[in-house]
């Protein structure tokens, strides 16, 4: 410290003791206050370097455990800093890589989009999905690379970063997808085949039951009508051999030949009604089951709901009160074969819900309201709790056990009921039960229904 200026000026030498003695006190302090400056300027070095260390390490151990090929160039595209995947791949250690220019490891197809990356580099543009191919030892070695400027503290573009991700692994990823995708798609396809065949099981079941009631008929009337030729057989042999008149009466009697001539007629009108009934059934089976790959068609809904509660209830539940609440004919425009899938699925999910019900009962309702068709099904099952009201059209929910439903007949009536423009909706009646409402667009409706199928 200088002396003030007031004071008279005085060498060292000149200086008394006890001033010599505060002098030499105060060096000694101020070597002690910069030894201890130096002291804590050391540790906090220390731990700036062991921060650093850190830091390093770990953008080391990042680097280290990429499995893409990261390199860094500047603006000419040389190399500056490489991680391990990418001194891997170019099979050369990055001390030796650093300066070198990147394009003397790149296959010369290559050069061209990597003079591109450069010089979008400088105009500063990055550039995605980029296929470059490294030369490898082990020979060539594309990776799909996506590039990124780099710039300095004060904002220039001073070079590149290009991180590469091995094609061959990208190509296996996508294989694992695609086989994987394919699987689902296998098993989805498995799932909707089984749930056609369970629909096609429960057709013929119907149909089956339908059928077997005018064959019955048709069956027994053959037998009666065998009997009656029998008889009349018997009794025309023994006119033609000349047989006495008393004789031919007393036949008559025995063998009822009066009786086996007038009830012929009506035994004869039951087979044809019985035939012409299974020729029905018959074509009512094609028009519902065929593939109706063909335009949209006019038919009447109240034929159609009835047949679909024949074929599926009938054959199923004995006891079943069907309540049909349906005009004389209903026409709209659709088509039908889909509709009736649509109706035997709610009808067949309204029987399975009223299994063991102790009161079974369908009802059916029709109407048509502003210019739309609205169709309720009704039961009396154990209705649809309130956390599975919402979910009843997802694509294989099912409450049913395995094997027993696939979940699929529900999404599957809804999406076909939305290709006709018309809804299809879940409730349930406030006494209880399952209430399915169907709404399609009445004929004429501006939202009528589109040609085409699903
Ligand atoms: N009438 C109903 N009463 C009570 N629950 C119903 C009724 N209809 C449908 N559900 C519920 O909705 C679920 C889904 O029905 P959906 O018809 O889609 O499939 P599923 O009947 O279970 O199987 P699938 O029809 O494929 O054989 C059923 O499992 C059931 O829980
Ligand atoms: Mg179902």
New binding site residues.
């Given amino acids: 410290m200088n002396a003030p200026l007031s004071q008279p000026f005085s060498l060292p030498g000149m200086l008394s003791d006890a001033d010599a003695e505060s002098a030499w006190i105060s060096v000694i302090q101020k070597m002690d206050e910069t030894y201890a400056n130096l002291v804590s300027q050391q540790v906090e070095l220390e731990r700036k370097n062991a921060e650093l260390e850190e830091a390093q390490a770990f953008i080391a151990s990042v680097l280290g455990s990429m499995t893409d090929v990261l390199i860094a160039c500047d603006r000419d595209g040389r190399i500056e800093q490489s991680n391990p995947a990418a001194e891997r791949a170019l099979g050369c250690p990055g001390r030796d890589l650093v300066g070198k220019p990147l394009r003397d490891f790149l296959d010369p197809g290559s050069h061209p989009a990597f003079a591109r990356l450069c010089s979008a580099a400088l105009q500063r543009e990055g550039g995605t999905d980029v296929e470059l191919t490294l030369r490898a030892p082990t020979g060539p070695f594309p990776v799909s690379v996506n590039s990124t400027v780099r710039y300095d503290q004060r904002g220039h573009a001073i070079g590149l970063v290009l991180v590469g991700r091995p094609i061959g692994e990208l190509r296996r990823a996508y294989r694992d997808l695609a086989s994987a995708h394919e699987g689902l798609k296998q098993t989805q396809q498995q799932l909707v085949h089984s ?1 056609k065949m ?2 096609l099981g429960r057709l013929v079941a119907g149909v089956a039951h339908e059928l077997n009631n005018p064959i019955s008929f048709v069956y027994g009337n053959a037998h009666a009508l065998r009997r009656y030729v029998e008889r009349l057989t018997a009794y025309l042999d023994r006119v033609h051999e000349g047989a006495d008149a008393e004789t031919l009466a007393a036949l008559r009697k025995e063998l009822r030949i009066d009786r086996a001539r007038s009830d012929t007629p009506a035994t004869l009108d039951g087979m044809l009604e019985g035939t012409e009934r299974v020729r029905d059934i018959v074509a009512e089976l094609r028009r519902f089951s065929s593939e109706q790959k063909h335009a949209a068609e006019r038919f009447d809904v109240t034929a159609l709901l009835r047949s679909a509660v024949n074929w599926v209830a009938k054959a199923q539940m004995q006891d079943l009160a069907v309540v049909f609440d349906l005009p004389a004919t209903l026409d709209i425009a659709g088509h039908p074969g889909h509709l009736h899938q649509v109706a035997m ?2 009808v ?3 029987i ?3 299994t063991g019900a102790p009161r079974k009962r369908l009802e059916l309702h029709a109407r048509t309201e502003d210019g739309r068709v609205i169709v309720t ?1 009704r ?1 009396t ?5 309130g956390d ?1 009201l919402g ?5 294989f ?4 056990p395995v094997g ?10 809804y999406q076909l009921v939305k290709d006709h423009g018309g809804t299809l909706t ?1 409730a349930n009646h406030p006494d209880g ?2 209430l ?1 409402t169907l709404t399609l667009p009445g004929i004429g409706a501006p939202n009528g229904s589109k040609g085409s199928t699903p």
């Fill in positions: 749930e369970a629909s699925n709610l067949q999910n309204a399975d819900a009223m099904f039961d099952g154990h209705g649809i709790p599975v979910r009843v059209f997802d694509p929910f099912t409450t049913k027993k439903g696939t979940g699929l007949g529900l999404s599957i009536s879940a039960g399952a399915f």
